[in-house]
């Protein structure tokens, strides 16, 4: 019986014909079904992205446990953390590692990969936090104690901690599915993700003045995210032919993030959205007005990408609304484009809608979600409430007149 043998494989430097950018190139070799061998090779990355061999053979690393599979695994080298960490970012990662998704692309038919937002926030905290802590560490070296006095130690909120911690368990599931680790640490690291500031909602009035205060674009898209519900994403991945001004519904199925196009999260993130006839007037105003209104086209579309592109989310914020919540609403408080969504939430919960509908105008597959980070209790509502109960016990002031 031959024996199995570990490979090293090879790696080298070449520089490519068409482009001129210098690669580096990993060269193994696979055993056929009768015994020859045939010799593979992949390129690893750019020269600009992995400077030095030393880093380039890091990242190889990841790859020779894949041409290795079929070794024993007594045979292998005890797995880094930094090794797990590559062949994640080139098995769940490759639209940022490879730069296969630009500006302007739609989503891959892959309902497993993650969406390109996803990529990019995994990306920045294993390269900021988890590699510089634990790149030097063998998997089966990391103790769920460490990790969670780690986490109490980083200058982060408590949900930027939680998002590390299933970021790592991540990990572990993946070293998992490919035979590397029997356990999963992580997943007896204790770590709360309750958020630390109670997010800011707009009254009613708020609102309107802030509408009053613009004009065109701005106003249609503000109006839309504060009477929908609408994602910002969502808001911006419109075009005219979802808007039904029949039915009087928005048909959600895009979401633009960082200009690349992805689907809705979820079944119920793509049910049709009702609108007012408020709401569906002001959209055929602009509609009218704007450069770019046929049924192919955005429904906010820029002119500086000749329509080809939506607005990004933060050009219309700091040029347009920015100035009005500081200046004219005074308001001081944190507030983004998902206030609009908490307020909306929090406003039906006052005006004493149910919850399953609050739920599914918010569009959320999870009723957990719509309670407990959508919606608050209004001051007003609260004190009716109270006063109400006031009234039950004491009887209205007869018991005080008694006494």
């Known amino acids: 019986m031959r024996r199995a043998r570990y490979q090293q494989g090879s790696l080298q430097r070449e520089k490519r014909k068409g482009s001129g950018e210098t690669v580096w190139i990993f060269r193994w070799y696979e055993v056929q079904f ?16 992995y400077r030095t061999e030393a880093e380039a053979q890091k990242a190889a690393d990841s790859l020779r446990l894949e041409v290795n ?23 769940e990662l490759p639209d940022i590692l490879h730069g296969t998704r630009p500006l302007g692309s739609e989503a891959s038919e892959d309902e497993l990969r993650k969406s390109y937002s996803t990529q990019v926030t995994y990306q920045g905290y294993l390269s900021k936090w988890i590699l510089p802590r634990w790149r030097s560490y063998r998997l089966a070296d990391v103790k769920a104690i460490q990790v969670e006095q ?6 982060l909120s408590k949900g930027s901690k939680a998002k590390i911690r299933n970021i790592m368990s991540a990990l572990y599931s993946h070293g998992q599915r490919w035979e590397w680790v029997s356990a999963n640490p992580i997943r007896h690291v204790r770590q709360s993700a309750k958020r630390s500031r109670i997010p800011t909602i707009l009254s009613p009035e708020q609102i309107g003045q802030f509408l009053d205060e613009l004009v065109d674009l701005p106003r249609t898209a503000v109006l839309l995210g504060a009477t929908t519900g609408l994602r910002v994403g969502e808001i911006l991945g419109l075009k005219w032919e979802d808007v039904d001004f029949e039915t009087l519904e928005l048909r959600v199925t895009r979401d633009v993030v960082k200009q690349r196009i992805e689907r809705c999260k979820t079944e119920a993130s793509r049910k049709p959205v009702p609108i007012g006839i408020g709401v569906a007037e002001v959209l055929f105003a602009w509609r009218s007005r704007c450069a770019y209104n046929q049924p192919q086209e955005w429904v906010f579309a820029s002119p500086a990408k000749q329509g080809k592109q939506p607005y990004w989310p933060s050009s219309i914020y700091r040029v347009y609304l920015k100035p009005v919540l500081r200046d004219v609403l005074k308001i001081t408080d944190p507030v983004g484009w998902h206030t609009l969504r908490h307020s909306l939430g929090t406003l039906m ?12 105008t918010l569009r959320h597959a999870n009723f957990n979600v719509t309670m407990d980070v959508y919606t608050q209790a209004v001051k007003e509502v609260k004190r009716t409430a109270h006063n109400r109960v006031v009234k039950q016990i004491m009887g209205g002031g007869k018991r005080d007149e008694q006494g």
């Open 69 to 91: 599979e079929q070794t024993p695994r007594q045979l292998l080298q005890a797995i880094d953390f930094e090794t797990l960490i590559e062949h994640y970012r080139q098995h």
């Open 34 to 49: 009768d015994g020859t061998k045939k010799y593979r090779k992949i390129v690893i990355g750019t020269v600009s992205q």
């Open 349 to 360: 919960k006052a005006n004493g809608e149910d919850v399953k509908t609050i739920q599914e």
């Open 150 to 155: 780690w986490l109490k130690s980083l200058p």
